[in-house]
T-cell receptor, first 114, second 113 residues
Framework: GAVVSQHPSWVICKSGTSVKIECRSL??????MFWYRQFPKQSLMLMATSNEGSKATYEQGVEKDKFLINHASLTLSTLTVTSAHPEDSSFYICSASQYTDTQYFGPGTRLTVL | QQQVKQSPQSLIVQKGGISIINCAYENTAFDYFPWYQQFPGKGPALLIAIRPDVSEKKEGRFTISFNKSAKQFSLHIMDSQPGDSATYFCAASIGNAGNMLTFGGGTRLMVKP
């Protein structure tokens, strides 16, 4: 299957700082990328959907000024958590799809905000 | 509003047994139903998926049963193995497989040796 990578795999930061997470589709062009967050022992909650070259569409309750998403190319999307706080600590997972094809998930990024 | 309800939350099965996980959905517009397997600290991986035009799909030890009238679908893992111990998520989407997924709550499966 197609491969999606995320970087970093884990990050620890101080409260008030910003953190950028990268999501890359390694062997296909991702026309759509999705960002999820997952708290321990819980399901995946969709945060936003991004199409290459367009502004991301955020789910209700997700602060778009806090979670900045950029999908600048067909192989890269970034999620920036601005002014992170301890409650933003979570497992962030991206997925990517090409046109109508299956969504492929990245390995996730564990964010810990101290 | 939880559009996809999954049960049980946790499941313990003996090695060689059958693991059964159930999901029910509310939105009749859903027409793509995948199952994902997730190991701790990893992203979900697609196991098997079904569309409403068939009532059953089998891939190896994994089978999806689909009941359109009841708006329910289930995952059966035959001959369960300790390596199958993971969290399983059902999901649903409208239209093609690349569209937004709505996930169930997840089932933590433990297969005892």
């Amino acid at each position: 299957g197609a491969v999606v990578s995320q970087h970093p795999s884990w990050v620890i930061c101080k409260s008030g700082t910003s953190v950028k997470i990268e999501c890359r589709s390694l062997d296909f062009q991702a026309t759509t990328m999705f960002w999820y967050r997952q708290f321990p022992k819980q399901s995946l909650m969709l945060m936003a959907t991004s199409n290459e070259g367009s502004k991301a569409t955020y789910e209700q309750g997700v602060e778009k000024d806090k979670f900045l998403i950029n999908h600048a190319s067909l192989t890269l999307s970034t999620l920036t958590v601005t002014s992170a706080h301890p409650e933003d600590s979570s497992f962030y997972i991206c997925s990517a799809s090409q046109y109508t094809d299956t969504q492929y998930f990245g390995p996730g990024t564990r964010l810990t905000v101290l | 509003q939880q559009q996809v309800k999954q049960s049980p939350q946790s499941l313990i099965v003996q090695k060689g047994g059958i693991s059964i996980i159930n999901c029910a959905y509310e939105n009749t517009a859903f027409d793509y139903f995948p199952w994902y397997q997730q190991f701790p600290g990893k992203g979900p991986a697609l196991l098997i998926a079904i569309r409403p035009d068939v009532s059953e799909k089998k891939e190896g030890r994994f089978t999806i049963s689909f009941n359109k009238s009841a708006k329910q679908f289930s995952l059966h893992i035959m001959d369960s193995q300790p390596g199958d111990s993971a969290t399983y998520f059902c999901a649903a989407s409208i239209g093609n497989a690349g569209n937004m997924l709505t996930f169930g709550g997840g089932t933590r499966l433990m297969v005892k040796p």
